[in-house]
Nanobody
Framework: QVQLVESGGGLVQAGGSLRLSCAAS????????MGWFRQAPGKERDLVAA????????YYAGSVKGRFTISRDNAKKTVTLQMNSLKPEDTAVYYC????????????????WGKGTLVTVSS
């Protein structure tokens, strides 16, 4: 069983930056694909960024590519999402998720989820 706790959300003006962190406990962290998802009001939850077991491979949704950076530290059992040049449309609850299956990242069927952290970008 893996427990995930997100932190770092808040209110920021458009063009600003935020850094989200996700701390994991339980399980073998390096055996899991890690993803950041977000859900805006009235919309579905979507994959924003993902990172492979060792951190050497990353995936980004087109809407955040070039602005967001995902990284992981397996020794500290943490995954981070650095968000730059934020836009009002980035406003959402951001969730950290873990799963040993690559396909779960894109099906949304991740096994483990955090409770989310709210990011609000004002115009």
């Amino acid at each position: 069983q893996v427990q995930l706790v997100e932190s770092g959300g808040g209110l920021v003006q458009a063009g600003g930056s935020l850094r989200l962190s996700c701390a994991a406990s339980g399980g073998t962290f390096s055996n899991y694909f890690m993803g950041w998802f977000r859900q805006a009001p009235g919309k579905e939850r979507d994959l924003v960024a993902a990172v492979g077991f060792s951190g050497g491979s990353q995936y980004y949704a087109g809407s955040v590519k070039g602005r967001f950076t995902i990284s992981r530290d397996n020794a500290k059992k943490t995954v981070t999402l650095q968000m730059n040049s934020l836009k009002p449309e980035d406003t959402a609850v951001y969730y950290c998720a873990a799963d040993p299956r690559y396909g779960a990242l894109f099906s949304g069927g991740m096994n483990y989820w955090g409770k989310g952290t709210l990011v609000t970008v004002s115009s």
